[in-house]
């Protein structure tokens, strides 16, 4: 089955819900980096939050851009988000594989400390951006806490991936529930029965679909929608050569001189695209005419 988010409200419409399944996405991200169990989950469990925020964005050309920069082995992790469900990631240490003193991935110390930071990329080229410290780095605790901080919106948020003994991803996803103003403090001893009783998501994740998950949650969940998500890097030529845009000329004329064309490889999808002497003589040309 395809990965799926969904987006819901429960409890008279006091709460609002999305979960996400991402396993595909997720094993996408794998094979593209070649990430190791702890790495895998830390990876995941960004991707996973980060395709539901990107859900929110209101304007197809809003990009949302997430940041945990932490002082572990893991070192910094950036996953992009747009409305349409794709999105992306990286983390500059792929081969991380800590577990912690009962055999469980330790995704928290394999980031370490640090902080979250949360950039949207609006229309006309304005940004902004909220910035975090990390509170446990286990992912879910951190984007709760960015929640109530940055937005203001009391949130409990679950996010897991299961890595196979292959190294290949079992199941991965995540569940945001958002309390409302309008909620009562019976709407809020209601979800705080069902996150006591809420297994792990990735556990959920393995037989079950987004919907199902999202269902069980409450016992008057109303689905609003549900959107396909993927792993989509969406790199092309053209942004490649506005890389080399960003080069001096000086620059461009010793690649030129010395390396005969320039060879650039995108960071999300290790996509290589060439560019011969007579492309970067051409950046040149360019700069002269303007």
Known sequence: ???????????????????????????????????????????????????IMGTTLKNDDEKLVIEIRGDGELGNILVNADNKGYVRGLVSNPYVH?????????????????????????LDGMAFSSQVELQSGEIGDDFAYYYAQSEQIPSAVSVGVLVNEDLSIKSAGAILIQVLPSATEDDISEIEKTLAKLPPVSNLMVDKEAIEVCADLFPDVLILETTDTQYYCGCNREQMADVLRTLSTDELKELIAEDKGAVLE????????EFTEDDLNGIVLERKKN
């Not at 395809?2 to 709460?15: E, F, H, W």
């Not at 399944?21 to 989950?41: D, F, I, M, W």
């Not at 800590?98 to 609006?122: M, Q, R």
């Open 266 to 273: 995108c960071h999300y999808c290790h996509s290589k695209y």
């Open 1 to 51: 089955m395809s990965d799926k988010i969904v987006r819901a409200m429960a409890l008279n419409g006091n709460v609002r819900i999305f979960v996400a399944k991402t396993t595909n996405l997720v094993q996408r991200a794998h094979e593209l980096h070649g990430t190791y169990p702890a790495a895998s989950a830390a990876l995941g469990r960004t991707l996973s939050i980060g395709a």
């Open 98 to 122: 800590k577990v912690n003193g009962i055999g469980k991935l330790d995704v928290g110390g394999s980031i370490g400390k640090g902080t979250l930071s949360v950039t949207h990329d609006v």
